[in-house]
């Protein structure tokens, strides 16, 4: 088979092989040599070991008979074209099935609202001009160190949102869950500040704020509404344990709760806590002494969470669709070309691991001398991922360093709640507790049972 003349076709898909695989060997020991410093051989030698036998075994072809390169070309190709049809269909797949739930979920319950198809920045729009209603977007203080707002020399680093204003928080479902802010800018009723003592504060992210539920089925309401007792969250979307901790410093050590629940989210929160590092001000809270004094500050908050948020509304009116669209197909294609859910189901994605960042546990360490000194307790509320159940096998306890993270918790001698063992574990259909069963975040029921959960360990601890 000739390409032009003596050059033969066949040759040049052998060369083709070859080259990619010295391609793939080479990006390999970049990653491995560069990126993770040798510091993830385990992971890295099963590829190193495919990508040396690929080229090995493609220079041997290169001296076969033109009748030999044939068969091995042809079934290479073969191989590579059902391997990524298989691929593709199995991307796709969940997302077709998705969508069909929803539309399902929506059907049934036949919604008649009319912010179905509205994003959030509708929704805002439409409640000021339609309904002259002073409302803003739940900002979170995640959103700073990524767009660099802040200066942090002379500003300050707001930990909640606008206060006293309703707030368009999030959507997982039919409606969005709309509140109004407390007078620091969290997701509680304001009247909870004007107790003199407190008994239950929360510190969290997206889970502890209240995603995607309203105001009165949160953990923090939940949990009031169960004990009859004052429940204050400072819980914010995108929150890390550095974040937490600054929140715990500057609101809870003014109220000095008797309970603390520190609701840790396996999924993210340490690596939310990488990006927290970069924050000078974020890490100047583990000296003692540091605070923002944010609790007397708000006036000047609302003034730059504001500010803020025109700047964001100004950018969101820039953005071009075609470029959204753009990403939105090149991610799934990035992923197709990997083989990503091949290479998770053949357990090749596994084995990078990466140590638990020592400031976690610094950090936790302060957290729990720090409610010690005003004598309150504090509790660690493990918060399972989803994605835990969402095979026939739940995933063992290596994943996410579920077993790390406990260890480090009961070696510091904080008690923990383990919602996945204690809750999760012990429901025939974890999913349901989730809402619509495709999102992330829990539905009104489970909150509900987790916070009935939590306040029955802790009364039997007590």
């Known amino acids: 088979m000739k390409l032009f003349r003596g050059v033969s076709l066949i040759r040049i898909s052998v060369y083709l092989y070859l080259t990619i695989f010295l391609f793939l060997f080479c990006y390999t020991f970049y990653r491995a040599e560069f990126i993770h410093s040798g510091n993830q051989f385990f992971y890295y030698n099963k590829y190193y070991s495919i990508f040396i036998f690929g080229t090995l075994f493609w220079f041997v072809v290169l001296f076969l008979n033109e009748k030999r390169k044939l068969q091995i070309v042809v079934l290479s190709t073969s191989l590579i074209f059902i391997l990524y049809f298989y691929e593709t269909i199995s991307f796709f797949a969940p997302s077709i099935l998705k969508l069909n739930l929803i539309k399902s979920v929506y059907k049934e319950a036949s919604i008649k609202s009319q912010f179905d198809t509205k994003s959030k920045y509708d929704v805002i729009q439409e409640l000021k001009i339609n309904k002259g209603i002073d409302v803003v977007p739940s900002v979170f203080p995640k959103a700073f160190i990524k767009k660099k707002w802040i200066n942090e020399e002379i500003d300050v680093f707001p930990l909640g949102g606008v206060s006293n204003t309703i707030t368009v928080f999030c959507k997982e479902g039919e409606e969005f869950s709309i509140y109004k802010s407390d ?130 509304e100004k950018e969101l009116d820039k953005e071009k669709l075609e470029k959204k669209e753009n990403l939105e197909k090149f991610l799934p294609l990035k992923k197709i070309i990997r083989l990503q859910i091949i290479r998770d189901k053949s357990a090749l994605d596994r084995g990078l691991d990466y140590d638990i960042d020592p400031l976690f546990e610094k950090i936790m360490l302060k957290a729990r001398n720090l409610v010690n000194e005003w004598g309150g307790k504090l509790y660690f509320v493990y918060l399972p991922d989803k994605e835990r159940y969402s095979s026939k096998t739940v995933k063992d306890d290596r994943y996410l360093k579920r077993l790390q993270v406990i260890k480090l918790i009961n070696n510091l001698n904080i008690p923990m709640i383990d919602i996945h063992e204690e809750f999760f574990m012990k429901q025939i259909d974890p999913l349901a507790f989730y809402a619509h069963r495709i999102y992330g975040h829990y539905n009104p029921e489970g909150y509900h049972k987790i916070s009935e959960l939590i306040v029955k360990k802790i009364n039997n601890i007590n």
């Not at 979307?237 to 008797?258: M, V």
């Open 183 to 312: 007078r620091y800018g969290f997701n509680n009723l304001d009247k909870v500040w004007n107790n003199k003592k407190v008994f239950w504060f929360l510190v969290g992210d997206s889970f502890t704020q209240g995603s995607c539920v309203q105001q009165n089925e949160n953990f923090a309401s939940q949990i009031g509404s169960l004990t009859k007792q004052s429940a204050i969250s400072v819980g914010m979307s995108g929150n890390g344990p550095l974040i937490e901790l600054a929140s715990l410093k500057e609101y809870g050590s003014k109220k000095r709760p008797r309970i603390v629940l520190w609701f840790y989210f396996e999924r993210n929160d340490l690596k939310d806590l990488k990006n927290e590092k970069s924050s000078s001000i974020f890490m100047k809270y583990l000296n003692e002494n540091f605070s923002q004094n944010l609790y007397s500050k708000q006036i000047k908050i609302d003034k730059k969470l504001k500010t803020y948020i025109l700047i964001a």
